[in-house]
């Protein structure tokens, strides 16, 4: 069953579940079937969030990055995660906002309507998420110091909000949005520790 979310806005969607066609490359294939059935549960997860990219997707091992995406002429579709097996023996998985921001690089790929660039893709990430799944900072905007290593809920909650404002800002013809995502959320950040 394959249905399509409701575009609200520019950046709000109704999630519905969307049936993912997931291939393995030959070193994907080798990972232990828990593990490639959590990096499956991962990306059916949030691709309801990103209705603009093929529902067909190859998934990659990376050991230099925690993602690259990849999409070809053709439309197919290359997910290169991070999964590794700590020293420990437990494996090391990409997390929901590493996988979602691999996403919203495939829409970037598709859309004429959001930007490039890795600060837009972290703003217009954000927007889609719901904050349960933005479970560590953003990667190219920039926080406050010592806020990538103690991330919380609350971060995860006030950069949710202020994305969703950004892309507002940006369509109302605001061309420094993600500054703006970066200044607010230092802002609002140092508000709620005081």
């Not at 059935?37 to 990055?65: D, M």
């Not at 700590?86 to 829409?107: D, F, N, Q, S």
Request: charged share 30%; aromatic share 10%.
């Amino acid at each position: 069953m394959r249905t399509h979310a409701v575009k609200l806005l520019t950046h709000e969607y109704i999630a519905r579940k969307m049936d993912l066609d997931i291939t393995w490359s030959r070193k994907a294939a080798k990972l232990p079937p828990e593990v490639r059935r959590e990096l499956a549960g991962r990306l059916e997860t949030l691709h309801r969030y990103f209705r603009e990219i093929t529902p067909s997707v190859n998934i990659g091992i990376s050991r230099s990055y925690d993602g690259l995406a990849f999409q070809s002429y053709d439309g197919s579709v290359k997910l290169m995660l991070g999964v590794r097996r700590t020293r420990t023996g437990k494996w090391r998985m990409p997390t929901y906002y590493t996988v979602a921001h691999e996403l919203m690089h495939l829409v970037q790929f598709n859309s004429k309507h959001i930007p490039g660039g890795e600060r837009a893709c972290d703003v217009f990430a954000l927007s889609r998420l719901p904050p349960r799944f933005i479970d560590e900072s953003p990667t190219y905007l920039v926080v406050p110091r010592g806020r990538r290593v103690r991330w919380t809920r609350e971060d995860a909650e006030i950069a949710h909000e202020l994305a969703l404002e950004a892309v507002r800002r940006r369509a109302a013809g605001l061309r420094r949005y993600a500054a703006w995502w970066e200044l607010e959320f230092e802002r609002r950040v140092s508000q709620a520790r005081k």
